[in-house]
C-alpha cells in the first residue's frame, strides 16, 4: 500500500468516513497515473482505518516521491499555484488528451473525410446522410405515425436538407436538445443559360453563391456537381471532374505579362463576379457550314451522355466546386484540407453524433442539416423558413402537448464553424478572445458585426451550463469571436432558431482560409466538436445514489463533492453538489479510494 501512494506524485492523503482519500491536482497527468496504478489491482478495495495505521500513513499526510522518468517537477510558489488555480487558460488538446482518444480521433477524422469527399454539395450530403441513418435504423417520419421513447426518425426536406431525431426518455413537454447546421458552402453556381462560345472556347456562365473571394476561385481544378430536370420530368444527377479519369474545368486568369492593367484593381475586383467563367470545351462540331461549332458539340456531348438539351439548364441546379480532395495536411498530418468544410465540418459531427448514440437519451435529440445558410439562410430549406419548428410541433401533438411549449424549454447548439487566430494574419482577431487550431471545439457567446449586430447573445445561464457539461465529459473547449470589433464579423443559424424561444449557443470547429476553395481544420478540434455535439444529445440522468460492486474490473475516481460510506458488501456514492462519477474524466480536484 505504501509503495503504491509513495509513486503517486503530489498527493495529499487522509480519512474520511475511514476511507482512504487522496486529492490530487491533475495539472500533470496525475489521473492517468492514479488509474494505471488502481488497474493493477484489478478492483477497487475498501481502506480501513487499521488498514492505514499498518502503513504508517497519518491524517493529512504529504507524499511527494515523483518518478522523475514521467514527472519532473518543481515546487511552485505561491503566485504561480493561485495563478493556476484562479487563471483561465485555454489548453491544447495535443497535450491533454490520452492517447486512446488520440487514436479515436484519427478515426473518426479518416470517416470524416471519406464522407466530404462524396458530400461536395448539399443534395449529396442529404442523401448520404439519410443513407447512413436508414443503416443505423432510422425510418422517414410521416406525421401522425405515433411515437415512442427509443424511436429513430428522420425527415427528408426537398433532398436538401434533413432533421434526425431520437425520441427520448423524458417527455417532449420538457424539451428537446437541438444540434443545428448547414450543408451548403460557397461556390460557382451555374446561370439559367450558362452555355457560350468566344473566339471558338465554350464556356459556362456563372453566379457566385455566398460570400466568396473571386480571385482564389481561378486556374483551380474544378468540378460540375448536381441535377439536371428534364422536359419530359426525368432526373439526371450530374458529377463531372471527381474521378480520376474525368475532365476538370477552370476558370481564367492573366498572365503576369499582360496584367498591368488588371492590377490596378483592388484585390475584390481582381476577378470580377462576370469574369467567373468556366471553360468547358474547344473542339468544333465538324461541319462547315454551321455557326457557334465549339458550343454545338459541348451540347451533343451532353446530350449523348445525359440525354439533355441545351432548354434543360433552365431547370437545372448545377454548381461548380473545386476537384481537390480531402488530404491530410502537414508533416504531423494534424490537419484536414478540403473544400466546404464550412459547414460540413460541423454538419457531419452532429450526423455522427446522433448516429453514435446508442441508447434511448433522457432529452429527445434532433439534428437539423439545413440548406441556404451560406446566403442568409433563406427559402423553404432555410433556417429562416418553418421547416424545424413544424417538425417539433408535429411531434409535440403526437404526445398530446403543444409545440411553443416543446420549443421554449428546448435547447439549442448553434454548430457552425468559427475563425482561428492564422499566424500569418492575426492583426484581424483579438487574441484573448479568440479561437486556436487544436484547442478544442469553440464556444461563441455571440457573433454578428459591429455592436453583435444580427447575433444571438446565448445567455450566461445557458453558457455556464454548456462549459460545464462539456467539462465534466472532458470535451476540449474554448471561447472566442469572429475576429477584431469593427473590423468584421458574421452571423449563423443561431440567431433563426433563438427566434424560435429556443436557449442558442454557437458552438463549432475554428478554420483557417474560411469560405476558400480549401479550407483548414484541426483534426483535434474536429473530434472535440463530435464529442460535445454527442454529450449533449445523449445525456443521461443522473442517478442521486449510485452503488458500485466491489470488483469494478477498473479504477474509479470520485470528485471532491461525494461522500463516500461503505458497509461489509457494497460501496455507495451520495453527490453534495456535483453529481458525476467517472473512470476517465480530468477534473481540477480528485478524490480517490484506496485501499489493499
Known sequence: MSLLLKSIPNASFGLQNKILLSSLSTKNPLNNALCSKLKTYNSLHLATESSLSRNSLNKNDILNNLTPQRFMTTKKSEANQLKEKLFYKRKNAGLSMKEEDMKKSNEYNEDYKQFLSQSKIEREFAANAIARAKAKGFKEYTPGMGLKPGDKIYVNNRNKAVILAIIGQEPVKEGVHICASHIDSPRLDLKQVPLYEDNEIALFKTHYYGGIRKYQWAVIPLALHGVVYRKDGSVIPVKIGEDENDPVFIVT?????????????????????????????????????????????????????????????????????????????????????????????????????????????????????????????????????????????????????????????????????????????????????????????????????????????????????????????????????????????????????????????????????????????????????YRCYNVFMSEEEENKDLSLSRSLPSAILITVDYTIITDRNNIRIHPRRRRHCSGRRNFSKIEAAIAI
Open 253 to 529: 486568369d492573366l498572365l503576369p505579362h499582360l496584367s498591368q492593367e488588371q492590377n490596378k484593381r483592388s484585390l475584390p475586383e481582381g476577378i470580377k463576379g462576370e469574369e467567373l467563367n468556366v471553360v468547358v470545351g474547344s473542339l468544333p462540331f465538324r461541319d462547315d457550314d454551321a455557326s457557334e461549332k465549339v458550343k454545338l458539340n459541348i451540347v451533343k456531348t451532353l446530350n449523348e451522355k445525359y440525354g439533355i438539351i441545351e432548354e434543360d439548364f433552365l431547370s437545372a441546379e448545377l454548381e461548380v466546386v473545386p476537384a481537390f480532395k480531402p488530404k491530410d495536411v502537414g508533416l504531423d498530418r494534424s490537419f484536414v484540407g478540403a473544400y466546404g468544410q464550412d459547414d460540413k465540418v460541423c454538419s457531419f459531427a452532429c450526423l455522427r453524433a446522433i448516429l453514435d448514440i446508442d441508447h434511448t437519451p433522457q432529452k429527445t435529440a434532433v439534428v437539423c442539416l439545413a440548406d441556404k445558410e451560406e446566403i442568409g439562410s433563406e427559402g423553404n430549406t432555410g433556417l429562416r423558413s418553418s421547416f424545424l419548428k413544424y417538425f417539433v410541433h408535429d411531434i409535440a401533438e403526437e404526445f398530446g402537448c403543444k409545440g411553443r411549449h416543446v420549443l421554449s424549454k428546448s435547447e439549442c447548439l448553434s454548430a457552425d464553424v468559427t475563425v482561428a487566430v492564422d499566424p500569418t494574419f492575426s492583426d484581424v482577431t483579438e487574441k484573448r478572445n479568440a479561437c486556436y487550431m487544436n484547442c478544442g471545439v469553440g464556444i461563441c457567446k455571440y457573433t454578428g458585426a459591429r455592436g453583435k449586430s444580427g447575433s444571438n447573445d446565448a445567455h450566461a445561464e445557458f453558457v455556464g451550463r454548456i462549459r460545464t457539461l462539456m467539462d465534466k465529459h472532458g470535451v476540449v473547449w474554448q471561447t472566442g469571436e469572429l475576429g477584431r470589433v469593427d473590423l468584421g464579423g458574421g452571423g449563423t443559424v443561431a440567431a433563426f432558431v433563438a427566434d424560435l424561444d429556443v436557449n442558442t449557443i454557437d458552438v463549432g470547429v475554428p478554420i483557417l482560409c474560411m469560405h476558400a476553395p480549401f479550407e483548414l481544420s484541426s483534426k483535434l478540434d474536429n473530434y472535440n466538436a
